[in-house]
């Protein structure tokens, strides 16, 4: 402690006499700062200079001086600054000296004394080298001219004028053109104050050019046959003159005249001519056709799920060539990997454009090719890869054990299972997890409301297979929680006669919207099915129904099941 220093002394005494020694106790300290650094802010140009003193013991302190935590003798700023001892002084300060500034004194006992102090230099805009000098604005559209600049504090407002007549001043660093005419041509320039000065002058030229303009465009359509040459001019003009160029599936012909030589099938297709300058682009496609050759292939196709192994392929077929063309569906299964393939099986649909296929094979996939055909040729196209939408079972012996777990049987082709939830019968359901487990433990105390002394939840589960529809909802229960007593699981199921029929097509036609399905042809047995073979099947006695007959009935159940809600 400091109350102890000053001199101690060692008395010795014996029978031949006495004898002492004085000696002195100092005791040491780090250093400390008398005083902390101040902020200062100051004009670029003119000086700054801060004092740094510090106390210690020994007093032999050392001083060092950082920016931005970087020793200044090793930073250009070294170079034009003053340091000595515990003073540092910059002469003429600029921009770039803006930080912080440190001072560390030191004795050589403990740690260094540090003082931290920031300084801040104001200075006038000045012009930054981004900034554009010409500016090209489209007749009648709107236009931006910038003058950017560097300055601190920020600029109040910049001064803007026109060929030699001043505008009116902006705050901002933007000038706009509206809806820009011949008049708004001319050379800007544009000045920035704030509360130091103002900046240099910019000056910028500003054109108004009319966009590109076709002087010859093609037409939208262009017939050719086969083997022959075809050419055709797509010229323009405007100021600045454009570039001009043809464009065909993302390759580029830069030249005004399109000419092929000896035409062929592959040269049918969309092709489009292109204006171009600084202004704007514009275009104009040109739809070429190719006669007396073989069909193109269609320009739209879709393949939609029918039931759980069918599909219901259609199209809208290419050009025809000029000679009338017949179809042939070409449909194998694959596996997931693309690997393992069977042979191709042939369907001939001769001028139609549609085509129902069933598979009989559930959770797979299926690859199809279209063959269409005249008197010139075939032409095989690729529709793509689609699955088919069968379904897993539905979770069953649904329990809940007295540990809060969530209990069920494996389903039939189901990978994962997905749990929701729903507060009362009128909210939709929320997906609460999805697991790989027949059992799932459920946190019912957090889905539970804290202030309510009863809760009960309704709980649901799908099975699922990835790409395939999930599978109807398992039945629904409802979990009961009364006073901290253990939760209790019973069945919530709707006893409404009519639930099984409309309550499953509901749920198919959800899932028609998520899968594509037309129908669900899964064949009924209900009085709902009974009735409407009675009185709108030609043959009432005939209970398995052709596809056709069964598509509809699945019509008239929507119709029959809408009217009772």
Not at 18 to 45: C, F, H, R, Y
Not at 380 to 407: A, H, M, Q, W, Y
Not at 417 to 433: C, D, G, M, N, V
Not at 509 to 523: A, G, K, L, S
């Amino acid at each position: 402690m400091q109350t102890d220093t000053g001199e101690y002394t060692c008395h010795a005494t014996n029978f031949e006499g006495t004898t002492q020694k004085t000696i002195v106790v100092l005791l040491a300290n780090g250093a400390t700062m008398k005083k902390d650094l101040s902020n200062k802010t100051v004009i670029e140009g003119s000086s700054v200079f801060w004092h740094c003193d510090a106390l210690g013991y020994p007093s032999n302190i050392t001083y060092q001086w950082f920016k931005d935590k970087i020793p200044i003798i090793s930073l250009e700023l070294g170079l034009r600054s003053h340091i000595q001892e515990g003073e540092f002084g910059i002469s003429s300060v600029n921009k770039n000296d803006i930080g912080w500034y440190t001072c560390e004194a030191n004795n050589g006992f403990e740690t260094s004394a540090k003082s931290t102090a920031f300084l801040d230099v104001h200075y006038k805009p000045k012009i930054k080298s981004s900034n554009k000098r010409i500016y090209i604005v489209a007749m009648n559209k709107n236009g931006t001219i910038s003058c950017e600049v560097d300055s601190n504090p920020p600029s109040t407002f910049i001064q803007w004028i026109k060929d030699g007549r001043p505008l009116n001043p902006t705050r901002g660093q933007t000038f706009q053109i509206i809806n820009a005419t011949f008049n708004d041509a001319g050379i800007y320039s544009c000045q920035a104050f704030n509360a130091v000065g103002g900046s240099d002058v910019l000056e910028m030229h500003v054109i108004v050019s009319e966009p590109p303009l076709f002087s010859k465009k093609p037409p939208p359509i262009a017939y050719v046959n086969v083997g022959e040459t075809f050419s055709m001019e797509c010229t323009g003009f405007g100021d600045p003159p454009p570039v001009q160029y043809w464009l065909r599936k993302m390759v580029r012909y830069p030249t005004k005249i399109l000419h092929i030589s000896n035409v062929s099938h592959s040269d049918y297709g969309n092709y489009r001519c292109i204006l171009s300058n600084e202004v704007a682009t514009v275009h104009h496609d040109l739809m070429l056709y190719v006669k007396n050759t073989r069909p193109q292939c269609p320009n739209e196709s879709h393949i939609h799920c029918l039931g759980e192994t069918g599909f219901n392929v259609s199209f809208i077929p290419g050009y025809d060539g000029n000679s009338l063309q017949n179809f042939r569906l070409h449909h194998r299964e694959i596996d997931k990997s693309e690997k393992d393939v069977k042979d191709w099986a042939i369907l001939n649909i001769s001028t139609n454009t549609n085509a129902l296929i069933e598979t009989h094979t559930p959770f797979s996939f299926h690859e199809f090719l279209l063959e269409t055909s005249n008197k010139y040729g075939r032409t095989f196209c690729t529709l793509g890869i689609k699955n088919v939408c069968s379904r897993p079972e539905p979770p069953k012996k649904v329990t809940l054990d007295s540990n809060n777990v969530l209990r069920w049987e494996s389903s039939l082709n189901a990978e994962t299972y997905k749990i929701a939830f729903r507060r009362t019968s009128q909210q939709p359901f929320a997906e609460l997890a999805e697991t790989k487990e027949t059992f799932f433990p459920l946190q019912l105390q957090i889905l539970a409301k804290s202030s309510d002394s009863k809760t009960n939840l309704e709980l649901t589960i799908r099975s699922s297979q990835s790409p395939f529809p999930d599978s109807k909802p398992s039945e629904i229960f409802r979990a009961s929680y009364a006073n901290e007593s253990p939760w209790t699981l019973q069945s919530a199921a709707n006893t409404d006669p009519f639930n099984e029929i409309c309550g499953e097509e509901e749920e198919a036609n959800e899932n028609e919207r998520e899968q594509n399905h037309i129908f669900d042809v899964e064949e009924h047995t209900s009085a709902v099915n009974t009735m409407l073979r009675e009185k709108y099947m030609e043959n009432p006695e005939y209970q398995k129904l052709n596809l056709l007959d069964q598509l509809r009935l699945e019509q008239l159940k929507q119709e029959f099941c809408s009217y009772l809600q």
